[in-house]
Nanobody, 124 residues
Framework: QVQPVESGGGSVQIGGSLRLSCARS????????MGWFRQAPGKEREGVAA????????YYVDSVKGRFTISQDNAKNTVYLQMNSLQPEDSAMYYC?????????????????WGRGTQVTVSS
């Protein structure tokens, strides 16, 4: 396995919660930065949150601050994205990605390993 594997997506109602998980591969386990991105149909891929592997420093896009929390369990080699107060605009395919540097966390080009994604749908 050479890429992260996401899980935990699904369908929820407005205001609901989901927790996404990202299992890091042995190769990407040495990455310095793990990020979550999302892409809705017809829109560009957007950086949602990221966390540095060693210090645990976190980054968030403004639209999810206070609602989403990224965390990691290094013993389990897993990164999580807890999503609360979900809104229809959060509906998208969510991707986990790994990077060997920690600059420009929000740029897709920073990351060199990507998962296949997990779908999140928020409806009324």
């Amino acid at each position: 396995q050479v890429q992260p594997v996401e899980s935990g997506g699904g369908s929820v109602q407005i205001g609901g919660s989901l927790r996404l998980s990202c299992a890091r591969s042995q190769i990407t386990g040495s990455s310095r930065l793990m990020g979550w991105f999302r892409q809705a149909p017809g829109k560009e891929r957007e950086g949602v949150a990221a966390i540095t592997s060693y210090s645990g420093k976190t980054y968030y896009v403004d639209s999810v601050k206070g609602r989403f929390t990224i965390s990691q369990d290094n013993a389990k080699n897993t990164v999580y994205l807890q999503m609360n107060s979900l809104q229809p605009e959060d509906s998208a395919m969510y991707y986990c990605a790994a990077a060997t540097n920690v600059n420009l966390w929000y740029r897709s080009a920073t990351y060199n390993a990507w998962g296949r994604g997990t779908q999140v749908t928020v409806s009324s």
